[in-house]
Structures are given as structure tokens and as C-alpha cells.
């Protein structure tokens, strides 16, 4: 792989700042200054060191971000702020792009890769990913309003899947549904005459949201939770 490919996946920066570190004599590879960015690495056994830092290969990357409120789970939007600006810039210029979507009042699990396979196989219904959301409503739900939901309600002309509902309060609870339509929770309590007031991921199939990572955190996923999630997307 030439050296510029392999620096420029690994985000630590463009293709022109790597031209001209190489020319400015601040990158080695084993040891010795290479001038051209062209030049053939082994991504996997050379020691490849861009001013200072030594750069370990990786293609993918594969993040568990905490959404807070009001950001769009997009790359870029045009007037409000977007979940990849809560990342360093090296996530960003790797390609990340959030694995489906939330609502900008939606908070909680979020997962962003720039692995594109694995993200299409985790969103393709024929998965059934099981997400399992918190929700918090204006006035409480019957039980009659629960088996309705439970059976599959009509949202615009779609009738929803059978999902199940675990009731904390009166007015709150879990939900747990194995498709992702456009503002499905919302639509579906909207269904029975309710409304949502409160809305947070927290599961994405096996993937569990972590209690210390505060609104707007985020960490790599551990090799289990990435190993679990590439077997439920039929992955090796
Ligand atoms: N359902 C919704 O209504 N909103 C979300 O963000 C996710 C599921």
C-alpha cells in the first residue's frame, strides 16, 4: 500500500499535509526519513511515524457515542450541529458516518463506523436488530394502549411490527422493536393518543449503552462488543 493511502486512512491527516510532511522530512518508516509519499509500506509489520506519533493501520473504526439532545445524526447539515462534530478529527476525515439514525431530540446509544458493510448489514430489515429505547409520555399508557402497540399499530399506513413494552411508571417505560422506521416511537404512541416527551436508545442489539460516558462521550467499542456485532450481522 503506498504510504500516503495508508496515512490518509488512518485520518492523521490529508493527502497534500502528508505530501508535505514527506517533503519536509518529518515521516519514517522503520526508522529511516522517507521524502515520497508514494512510496510502498507494509501497513501491517512497517513502523510508519508521522511527525512523532506512531501510526497504527486500521481501516475501520467503530465508535459508542452518548447523543445528546439536539444534534443530527448526519455528517453535515446545514444550520444545526451534526453527531460526527462531537469527534476528533481524525474519526472524521477516516469517513465515520453514524449506523442509522435518531431524531435530534433523541438522545443516548448511538454507533458510528466508517464501515459500510457492517453498518448496511445492522440497518437491512431482514436483520431484526432488537433496539430497546427509554420513553417518557404525556399522560399514562392504558394497558389496552400497550397490547395494541405490542400487536402492531398503524403508522400512516404501515402497520408496525410486534414489539414488546416494559412499563416503569405509569407514564414511562421500555420499548424494545426490531425495525427502524421514521420516527417510529414517536408515530406509534401517537397511534393510541399519546405523545412522547422523552426518548432514549438504550441497546442496539447487543450493544448496551455505558453509564460513564456522559451526554456527548464517546469511546471505541471494546473487540467483544465489535465481534458480537459482526456475528449478528452475519460477519465473520
Ligand atoms: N423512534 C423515534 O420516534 N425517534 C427516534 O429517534 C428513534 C425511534
Redesign the pocket.
Known amino acids: 500500500m503506498r504510504l500516503d493511502k495508508m496515512l490518509s486512512d488512518c485520518g492523521v491527516a490529508s493527502r497534500s499535509e502528508i505530501a508535505e510532511a514527506c517533503r519536509a522530512g518529518t515521516v519514517t518508516v522503520n526508522g529511516a526519513v522517507v521524502k515520497r509519499a508514494d512510496t510502498r509500506v507494509n501497513e501491517e509489520t512497517d513502523e510508519v511515524v508521522y511527525r512523532g506519533q506512531t501510526v497504527r493501520y486500521r481501516r475501520f473504526v467503530y465508535l459508542l457515542l452518548n447523543k445528546p439532545e439536539g444534534y443530527v445524526s448526519a455528517t453535515e447539515d446545514g444550520h444545526d450541529p451534526v453527531v460526527t462534530d462531537l469527534l476528533p478529527a481524525e474519526y472524521r476525515r477516516m469517513g465515520i458516518f453514524p449506523c442509522g ?3 435530534k431530540y ?1 438522545t443516548g446509544l448511538m454507533l458510528l463506523t466508517n464501515d459500510g458493510e457492517l453498518s448496511h448489514r445492522l440497518l437491512a430489515p431482514k436483520s431484526h436488530v432488537t ?1 430497546r ?1 427509554r420513553f417518557g409520555l404525556e399522560a399514562p399508557l392504558t394497558a389496552e394502549a400497550v397490547c395494541a402497540i405490542e400487536a402492531g399499530v398503524n403508522i400512516g399506513g404501515y402497520v408496525t411490527k410486534p414489539c414488546k413494552i416494559e412499563l416503569e411508571a405509569p407514564d414511562r417505560g421500555v420499548i424494545a422493536i426490531t425495525e ?1 422506521k421514521y ?5 406509534m404512541m401517537e397511534a393510541v393518543g399519546n405523545r ?1 416527551v422523552s ?1 432514549e ?1 438504550v441497546s442496539f442489539g447487543s450493544l448496551a449503552s455505558d453509564v460513564s460516558l456522559a451526554r456527548g462521550e464517546w469511546r471505541e467499542l471494546t473487540p467483544e462488543e465489535l465481534f458480537r456485532l459482526r456475528s449478528e450481522a452475519n460477519l465473520k
Open positions: 439514525r435518531l431524531d433523541t433496539k429505547y427502524g420516527h417510529q416511537i414517536k408515530r412522547v426518548l436508545r
